[in-house]
């Protein structure tokens, strides 16, 4: 409810319809406006001047919406938006297609109620899926020192449990076969009970068999979240969702961090973090009692067709190049911080909070403006920088290395959505969940040789920054793919970029 002086033009604005993150019509009712598009389960706004003698307007604007998990983090910021006029968003908001202006946190489309209730669901499933898909990454080092492994044997260990995404491709064919629904449904119930499995190994060689299974299920459930979060988001709208689903991830991954000084307790105590996956399976049921099948599986479709080998090329390509760099980068971290820099699992598990998650804010930016302005620019003028950042954070210490970070975060989190949307974009329906598939099982080979290349030489004697900079090639080759083959996506349906699909539409 808001009080609004009287002056020019005040009742006016107010008696307008608003078109932002909701499009308003007049009720019957005068001085009552109620949703024509939007967010909203219920929408109701109402304008009269106010009943004392002041020369006031009284705007009481009520509203009841759903978004699953993550309605916390935008209910302050929707009543702010709410409580205000768009006629006054001066520079802090982007436009909509459409002309009308939405905020720097919101879609640059305006979703519906059922658009955003699958994007909370599809947020929730990311972060179970990150926290399996982090939980060796943090718990490795500690498991090791338990066994008795050395480095070789941690990139090894990391290379077999990447190998395991072989298991679980049938779940990327079967959900172009059967649905998205059903195979989301089983994975997100898999994933966390498999993994929660590692608390009872009984040496390193089974802790490995366990993760080997459990760690690809997880990543099963993230590139079929991301395939569904393609088909169901309108078409400016797909990196904005990538980058809700990445922030979700983030936050999962952060579980397994603040997790982390379970470790501590005993020289077995990073069991206890693989207790901590059964919180998931509350998700598993949420998914499994509100997630639809998405739009474009349920519409007439060409089933299996064959796949584009030139486009699966290049992203292939990518997603290989890129894990050379990404997946040590992340693996050995922990080992830099408590090897090198003398970190206990307390301040890992600080160091990662602090600095990883205001990347968050990159994230959102970066959908935002792969969105609006499109993928390949931001993703040429970032990701060599944030390459580089993350390089200097493992040669130095200090201060330097937390900024460096911390920045390579932000940096990464607004090159990241812009890369990963192509994934889903550039396929039909039919083989859609086959490319997302293939195209993890290529990073995870890029993640392995990544992996081998940099325990065996830290083995050897060289330094993680020497490491780190020779790896770091491998993205500079990243963004010679991105300028010579990528397409710019932005702002296309599905069916403009896929005609197979408009064909069987039609």
Known sequence: MRSWPDGPDVGTELLTPRDDIVLERPAAEPGTFVQTAGPFLEYRRDVAPADDSTSTWRETTTYRWSLPWFRWLFELPLRWLLARRAAHPGHHHHRRAGGAPTPWWAPPDRLGPSQLTVLGLLAAASMSSAFVN????????????D???????????????????VLVMPFAVLADRIGRRRVVMGVAIA??????CGALAPSFPVLVATQAVGRPLGLALDFLVAVVAAEEMPRNSRAYAVSVLAMASGLGAGVAVMALPLADLSDGGWRFVYVVSLVWLVVAVDIARRLPETTRFERPHVVAPRLDRRRFGFL???????????????????????????????????????????AGIGLILGGRVADVSGRRRIIVLG???????VVLSYSVGGVTMWLG??????????????????????????????AAGLLTAAALIGGIAGLLAMGSLLDRGWSHGTVMALLASTQLA?????????????????????????????
């Not at 982090?134 to 020192?145: G, P």
């Not at 994933?191 to 929660?196: T, Y």
């Not at 060599?384 to 950042?389: Q, R, S, Y």
């Open 147 to 165: 066994f008795g492994v050395g480095d070789t044997g941690v990139g090894v260990a990391g290379s077999i449990v990447r190998a395991g995404i």
């Open 383 to 389: 990701l060599p920088v944030a390459t580089a950042l």
């Open 134 to 145: 982090t939980l060796f990454t943090q718990t490795v080092n500690f498991a090791a020192d």
């Open 316 to 358: 292939a390509a990518v997603a290989l190049l890129a894990n050379v760099f990404v997946a040590p980068a992340s693996l050995f971290q922990n080992d830099y911080l408590t090897d090198t820099r003398g970190f206990s699992a307390t301040t890992v598990a600080i160091f990662s909070v602090v600095t990883a998650t205001p």
């Open 405 to 434: 970070v911390f920045a390579a975060g932000v940096l990464g989190g607004l090159t990241y959505p812009a890369l990963a949307v192509y994934r889903a974009e550039l396929f039909p329906t039919g083989n859609r969940g086959r």
């Open 478 to 506: 990243v963004v010679v793919v991105v300028l010579t083959w990528f397409p710019e996506t932005a702002h296309r349906e599905l069916e403009e970029l896929n005609p197979l699909d408009a064909a069987t539409a039609g």
């Open 191 to 196: 994933a966390p009970l498999v993994s929660a």
